[in-house]
């Protein structure tokens, strides 16, 4: 019989990938999220909330009764802790709920590096917020510019830079506004009951894109972000990022240094990081493979598949990577978007498909009568765009000007 897993949440592209390892699949998403034509890929299913523990805690164990997975996968936010609580119930390899947790709370990584102290993993001041009076301590306390945002969640929701006290009135009822949003899709998923304020790394904003296999963690690239001005969303991300090989050396001390701060011992990660006085310094990280269609982008520049690798390293299917091989070209990830409203018609995909430079255009399903939303995160955008070319800097013009081609005609929506 081939290998089972348990696949908690994500996408086809996940289901998928795992058949390709040669894997059967078990596959757990929230109801509203499970399509019919899932079911002829997956060998059973699991359809609840599996974000509420005391709910799903039963289910998986009778999934484990039924099915007889040896292993637990999730690629995706939700289902990162969920996978770990799991694996703890039933004694499975992989990061613990305890290890995973210290990835998707922010403010608990924190508390983690300033424990360990590695000198290859500078510390940032960071606190839990509590009131504006706390705010405005902050400030005091670690200087302007200082950065607030939900200790749990992801695609830059809720992120905010206050530059002045000037700026806590407003940043404070900003975040309590956040607290109260009821009508997004996404946020049913994550906890914004807690935020946290963090000193600000000022400069460009990068990820390691690394596995770890068994303790020994191989950075397999180096993603460069694009940030829209006057937003916290990164419209565009490139490999290989355009770094010295001294600042390269520097990421490829502090990321295994990080990992083994945070006791990973086996998976994917995606850490953002930006350069300060003493080096890259952490900005946040996800025990999983990062958005944006980063893997097509690894995979086309360095020749490594990190989905690949997710699904065949724990049943012993593949040599661990180390070194990364190195960059052949370059190739970027840009994101659609398109004014607020009910989408009319989405024309140029079949054009921008259709292009040798195209690696992949997912605009999520994205089609007519959906409504888009306001840029507050990365969640608000359609979806990605993602192009090869013989460098970086035309690696990023180039998947802009492709994005630019997709047209997405949008009508008001009467409120």
């Not at 102290?117 to 940032?124: G, K, L, N, S």
């Amino acid at each position: 019989m081939a290998p089972r897993i348990l696949l908690i949440g994500g996408n086809p592209k996940h289901f998928h990938a795992a058949k390709a390892a040669g894997l059967e699949v078990v596959y757990v998403q929230f109801p509203a999220e499970f399509k019919p034509e899932y079911g002829s890929q997956v060998v059973g299913a699991v359809l609840a909330d599996y974000t509420d523990w005391e709910t799903f805690r039963p289910l998986a164990e009778a999934a484990h009764r039924a099915w007889g997975f040896t292993e637990v996968v999730s690629l995706t936010e939700p289902g990162l802790d969920p996978a770990g609580r799991v694996r703890d119930l039933l004694g499975l390899g992989g990061p613990s709920y305890e290890v995973s947790h210290r990835f998707t709370d922010k403010y608990v990584m924190r508390r983690r590096l300033a424990e360990v102290a590695d000198p290859d993993v500078p510390v940032i001041g960071a606190e839990v917020m509590t009131d504006s009076a706390g705010l405005t301590a902050f400030g005091a306390c670690y200087g302007y510019p200082f950065i607030v945002k939900p200790g749990a969640g992801t695609a830059s929701f809720g992120v905010h830079r206050v530059d002045s006290a000037a700026d806590v009135p407003a940043v404070y009822e900003a975040v309590s506004n956040e607290r109260d949003v009821s009508g997004h899709p996404f946020l049913g998923q994550y906890d914004l009951d807690e935020y946290i304020m963090e000193e600000y790394v000022d400069g460009t904003l990068y990820s390691a894109e690394a596995f770890s296999f068994a303790g020994r963690h191989t950075v397999l690239a180096i993603t460069e972000a694009v940030t829209l001005p006057g937003t916290v969303v990164h419209a565009g991300h490139a490999v290989p990022a355009r770094l010295s090989a001294a600042e390269v050396a520097a990421v490829e001390r502090m990321i295994p240094a990080f990992l083994d701060a945070l006791g990973y011992p086996d998976g994917p990660s995606h850490t953002e990081f930006k350069f300060g006085p003493r080096g890259p310094v952490v900005i946040e990280s996800q025990n999983r493979i990062g958005g944006a269609l980063i893997n097509e982008l690894v995979h086309e520049v360095h020749g490594v598949d990190m989905h690949e690798l997710t699904m065949k390293w724990p049943h012993g299917l593949v040599e661990p990577v180390s070194p990364a091989p190195p960059a052949e070209g370059a190739a970027a990830s840009w994101l659609a978007v398109a004014q607020p409203g009910e989408i009319v018609e989405i024309a140029g995909v079949e054009e921008v498909t259709s292009d040798p430079a195209t690696l992949a255009v997912d605009l999520g399903g994205a089609a007519a009568g959906d409504v888009v939303r306001s840029l507050d995160g990365s969640w608000d955008g359609l979806g990605h765009v993602a192009v090869r070319a013989p460098d970086t800097t035309a690696a990023i013009e180039y998947s802009r000007a492709r994005v630019a081609d997709i047209k997405v005609h949008t009508r008001e929506v009467a409120d």
